[in-house]
Structure formats: C-alpha cells, structure tokens
C-alpha cells in the first residue's frame, strides 16, 4: 500500500477580471500517491497549470480557489498562512515551470540561485550549500559542474537550464515535483533525455511527479495514471492502458487521432476542429460538445456526471450512458 500523499478534492479555482469570472477549474479532484506519477493532459486552456498553481497557491492576484480542499498528507493547505506555504514551497512540494529561461534569475549565476533554494529550507552554511548544488547538478547529469554553478542562465543551453530547474526543484528532496510542461521549446532528443532523467531520479528518490503536459505522445510510457481536462473538468481519468487502448471521452480520442504514428507515417494527422471552449460563458451541457462530431441533444443542455467504466477508468461522457443502455436493451431483448 502507497503512502497516499496528496488527496484534491472538488477543487474549483475562478479569476475574476473586468469582463467577469473565468471558472479555470471546475470540481476537479484526484488522489497521489508516493512513487506514483499523473500525467494531466489537455490542450492550452484547459485548466492544468492553474490546477498545479492552485495547489502551491502562486495563483495571480485576480486568482482565487473559490471552494474544494487540497490534502497534503491529510492537512488541507488551502487554510494555510503564506507563511506556512514558503515553508511547504520547494521543500515538501516542488514545481518545474514551462521555460527554464524565464524561470531563472538573469544577473544571478547558477550556482547563487541553487544555493539560494537550499539555504531557505535547510540549515546548511553558503559552503554546504554550494557543495549540494553542485552535487545536484552532478545527480541531473550536468557536465562540468564546478564550472557551472559560475556561470550565468544565457550561456547555457535550454536541456541544461532545464536541468538546472530539476536540480533546483529536487535539491530539498520534496515528496512531489510538480512538472509543468518541463520539455516545451526543446528537441525531441533533448526531451526524450529530460523525460528518462526525471524518471531515474523519481525512482531514486520515491517522490510522486504530476506532470502536466499538452502532448499525450509524450507521457505515453511515463504516467501511472492519466487525467484528460477540458474546461477545466476532468472529462477522463484513468491508468495510462485504459487512456490509451481504451478512450472513453470524445475529447480523448481526438487528442489521440493527432498523435503522430510511426506506423501510418504517411497518413494525414487528424485535427480536433472549431476553438477552445469560452470560461467566461461556461454551456449547460458537456463543454466540449459544440467540437463534438457525436454531440447529441443532451449534451447541449445537461452537463455529463462520471461514468464508471471499469475499476481503473471514468469518464464524463454522455455516450458511454447511450452504451450503457444500448447494452442493457440488447440483453433484455435477449432474455425475452
């Protein structure tokens, strides 16, 4: 049995600007455990960086978690003082941003900003902590460390100022690492190197990952368990197999259909057509149904609860309910 470390529960997060309330997260809610990693997929928009920026609480000012609760280690953080927050920040719970480049500090070399994040949540002297971030750059596979921690964020490559923000991020040994689309503007032979470290270092170290990402391709042999958003809701959740080989969510499988295949390479990828969803004006019914090719009547005006579709897998879906009863109709008419 996992150490179950972090419970979400019926999280809902609004913004509140001058042309209204945007509802980024609507009711989300997913358990973590130790050594486990979840993959959060969706395209821009969907709601899965305020979903991580809402449990560290580093929303912008307009920025509000407006009801659900955050259980780390059965402690809901929501309630907690900023005080409290810096205290869990970097140390019991890490985030790696987007682009490495505006995550760190320019005037500042590497080695400063390292050592800035060891001393704040350990008690090791400017000598220890320059030995760690050293140590933690030597762990991410950097080369050359003694002379990296001198030198400035511009005069290294984007892999290795990537590395320099998971070295950072795991420097204080945190239970989760937060991973917010940490391979964007990168090559594919920089990501696919970026994915196995942090793989390597996750089962070193036990930590649970929650990485968020827009490319389901790229989580495929990573996640343990996979949540699909979209305006915000989680429209799918379950184990990577059961997301993959058995999509239940229109929304899934298109993202699915514009995945590259090495198998049908000359075939055309298939778009998911019309435009993200509008979170100021939310619809009655399913949020992605206006892009669905199989959106019924229903799905226009009554928002789809979770189906259960096995014991690892549910989805928000209206046709899984048509399924359901399509099966039930045959049976009966069998047993007739």
């Known amino acids: 049995m996992h150490e179950l470390l972090l419970q979400v529960k019926d999280l809902n997060t609004s913004f509140f600007t001058d042309a209204g309330e945007v509802h980024a997260v609507n ?3 997913f358990n973590l455990e130790r050594g ?9 928009g969907s709601g899965k960086s305020v979903t991580a920026y809402s449990i560290l609480q580093i929303l912008t000012d307009t920025g509000k978690i407006v009801g659900g609760q955050v259980l780390y280690k059965g402690e809901n953080i929501v309630e907690f003082s900023e005080k409290k927050m810096r205290a869990l920040r970097g140390d019991k719970i890490s985030i790696i941003f987007q682009d490495p480049m505006t995550s760190l500090n320019p ?5 400063n900003q390292l050592e800035e994040a060891i001393r704040l949540h350990t008690d090791r002297n400017r000598r220890e902590a320059r030995a760690r971030a050293v140590e933690m750059l030597t762990l991410v596979g950097v080369n050359e460390p003694e002379k990296r921690v001198e030198q400035y964020p511009h005069e290294l490559s984007g892999g290795m100022r990537q590395r320099v923000m998971i070295a950072m991020a795991l420097a204080c040994e945190p239970d989760i690492l937060i991973a917010d689309e940490p391979t964007t503007a990168l090559d594919v032979t920089i990501q696919a190197q970026i994915l196995e470290l942090m793989q390597s270092l996750q089962k070193e170290m036990g930590m649970a990952i929650i990485l968020i990402t827009h490319d389901l391709g790229v989580i495929a042999d990573m996640c343990d368990e996979i949540i699909v958003m979209y305006g915000g809701r989680a429209c799918e959740r379950g184990t990577a197999d059961e997301i993959f080989y058995n999509p239940r969510h229109e929304y899934t499988k298109g993202l699915l259909r514009s995945i590259p295949s090495i198998v049908g390479k000359h075939e055309r990828l298939i778009p998911i057509a019309g435009s993200p969803i509008d979170l100021l004006n939310m619809p009655a019914g399913c949020a992605f149904a206006s892009r669905c090719d199989r959106a019924m009547k229903i799905c226009l005006t009554e928002k789809p609860e979770e189906i259960l579709i096995n014991d690892q897998h549910v ?3 209206w046709m899984n309910v048509k399924e359901i009863y399509a099966e039930a109709a045959n049976g009966g008419g069998e047993n007739g």
Do not use: H, M, R
């Not at 005037?107 to 080695?111: A, E, L």
């Open 27 to 29: 009711g989300l809610s």
């Open 107 to 111: 005037p500042f070399t590497i080695g």
């Open 315 to 317: 989805a928000s879906c």
């Open 36 to 44: 486990k990693v979840l993959g959060i997929v969706g395209e821009s």
